[in-house]
């Protein structure tokens, strides 16, 4: 089976997380491995799915109970065999595991240390056909450092009585713990390592909100002759249009997309690999086989699907490590899209509840307040300061206290029952009589004409930032419909205070002045 489809049919991501192909790769194809990750990085995907690609059972040696136990009712939701023997278990749940493993239908075992030291426990491991150890938090096993275990120190003889491959993952980067880890669990043999931070430095990063995008995307492209990009677009037509619209005015542009034969596909990414300075319009469907290192930019003419998608598509410029330059648009109706094409999707709803959280990642990074790639990283758990090479450090955005509008709209919203869309809620805290308006009493209520003072395009943007803070969603069950979120009540409460980019309404404001 393929990585990818695994990680999309039992995991339910659409891409890798940055590094993770790799090392899963590596650990699939049984080599010994090292990856030096950070907290919340995505570790534990990088042993269990290659644990769904090779034969036997995966032994998982972690020192946290609880996490073990997250994660084994996690795989077994997914659908993978997975149990787990630790001291708190019960006799019931041993039995259970015992006999499971005896059968070999289990993947996955989890295993505290401790349980290392029990003879019935080796032995049992060596009836039972173990295919590939892995082992969380490798630092555990070094004395210098503060996590020590003693029983981590029993884990290399396991590996060399077992005759299997070993997986070591760690957020601990620093050489001498490396070191230790070497010596400890591999016998000094040294395994494939895998540290890469996630930082791109040579990317430059900008988000801009949509504003006649097609011009944004030709205005970009028109600063960049000569370079090979890549434009992703939310949908085919785009992807022709666009490609069009960049032939036009003189550039080398084709598209690319999945409802093209795979003839034409693979011409588009021959011509890609071997000219300069063409530009393809894809979808998300352009990428999987482009290897090309001196990709100059990417940009993005719809707002990608997720934080991690958007850090891969990024990620194809500038491999070769020279300078690169990327834009990301966006605006309400991507962010409306986004959600209800989560909602509407066919996952249980712990998976969309995660894809929304993904969503917000991703939205909260374009309405960063500062640093991009800080956000960016921070995310992915990576500690960066300021990059100096991203559209926030270039030119810092003036943020201001919105709390009163923000509040504003909320109670419009709630007034009105949560029924209504933004371009209506508009019109009541500007105290505009239209007919929709009036027909339903609104002109009435209390926050009627309370934010005259705010121009349209003002409320668009505060708006548009609170559906970008997911302060307000989409109602799945009602078109169109506005609803607060449970982030927003302490707003309302007036418990806390929210700080908005006041750039992007000055933009929008001054954009109206100029058409009016
Ligand atoms: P750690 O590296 O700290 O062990 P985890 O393995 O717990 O991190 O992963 C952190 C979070 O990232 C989890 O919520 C997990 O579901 C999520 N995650 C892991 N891989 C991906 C991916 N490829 N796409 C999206 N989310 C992912
Ligand atoms: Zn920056």
Redo the contacts with the bound molecule.
């Keep these: 089976m393929d990585p990818q489809a695994i990680?999309r049919d039992v995991?339910g991501?659409?891409?890798?997380?940055p590094g993770?192909e790799e090392i899963v790769r590596a650990v699939a194809a049984g080599e010994n491995t090292l990856a030096i990750?950070?907290?919340?990085?995505?570790?534990?995907?990088c042993f269990q799915l290659p644990a769904l690609l090779r034969d036997g059972v995966t032994v998982v040696i972690s020192p946290l109970i609880a996490l073990m136990r997250d994660q084994v009712r996690g795989l077994r939701e997914a659908g993978v065999a997975a149990g787990a023997l630790t001291s708190g278990d019960t006799e019931e749940e041993r039995e259970a595991v015992w006999h499971a493993l005896e059968q070999r239908r289990l993947k996955l075992l989890y295993m505290a240390p401790e349980r290392l030291a029990s003879a019935g426990a080796q032995g049992m491991l060596r009836r039972i056909g173990v295919g590939l150890i892995a082992v969380?938090e490798a630092h555990c096993v070094s004395q210098w450092g503060h996590d020590f275990r003693p029983d981590y120190l029993r884990i290399g003889a396991l590996r060399e009585a077992l005759g299997v491959p070993l997986a070591a993952f760690t957020?601990t980067a620093d050489a001498e713990t490396r070191e230790e880890i070497v010596q400890k669990l591999f016998a000094g043999v040294r395994p494939r390592e895998f540290l890469r931070g996630f930082d791109r430095p040579n990317i430059h990063l900008a988000f801009a909100v949509k504003d006649q995008p097609r011009r944004q995307i030709l205005a970009f492209a028109a600063g960049r002759k000569g370079q090979s990009g890549i434009v992703y677009c939310g949908t085919r037509a785009k992807t022709e249009s666009l490609a069009a619209a960049l032939a036009q005015e003189g550039h080398p542009a084709c598209c690319y997309h999945g409802g093209m034969e795979s003839e034409a596909r693979r011409e588009v990414e021959r011509r890609f690999q071997q000219e300069d300075g063409l530009i393809v319009c894809a979808t998300v469907a352009f990428g999987m086989g482009v290897d090309k290192p001196d990709i100059r930019w990417v940009a993005h003419a719809d707002l990608p699907k997720?934080i991690?998608a958007y850090y891969q598509e990024i990620g194809r410029a500038g491999r070769d490590g020279a300078a690169a330059e990327t834009l990301t648009l966006f605006g309400p109706e991507d962010i409306r899209f986004r959600r209800t094409q989560v909602d509407e999707g066919l996952a249980p709803p712990e998976r969309k509840a995660?894809d929304h959280g993904?969503l917000n990642a991703l939205l909260g990074l374009a309405e960063a307040l500062d640093c991009r790639r800080a956000t960016l990283l921070g995310y992915f758990?990576e500690a960066v300061e300021t990059c100096g090479n991203c559209d926030l450090c270039d030119r810092p955005p003036e943020v201001f206290d919105a709390t009163t509008p923000v509040r504003m709209a909320l109670s419009a919203a709630l007034r009105t029952g949560e029924s209504f869309g933004a371009g209506h809620l508009i019109d009541i805290v500007m105290g505009n009589a239209t007919d929709k308006v009036t027909q339903r009493g609104h002109d009435s209520l209390p926050t009627f004409g309370v934010g005259k003072e705010w121009s349209k395009a003002e409320w668009q943007a505060v708006f548009r930032q609170m559906m970008g803070r997911d302060l307000m969603r989409p109602d799945p069950e009602r078109h169109g419909a506005l609803r607060m979120t449970e982030a927003a009540r302490p707003i309302l409460r007036g418990e806390e205070s929210v700080r908005l980019r006041r750039d992007t309404i000055r933009a929008a404001k001054s954009e109206r002045q100029v058409k009016t």
Excluded: C, H, I, W
């Design positions: 990680l995991f991501f659409d891409v890798f997380r993770q990750m950070p907290t919340g990085g995505g570790k534990s995907l969380d957020a997720s991690e995660a993904r758990g």
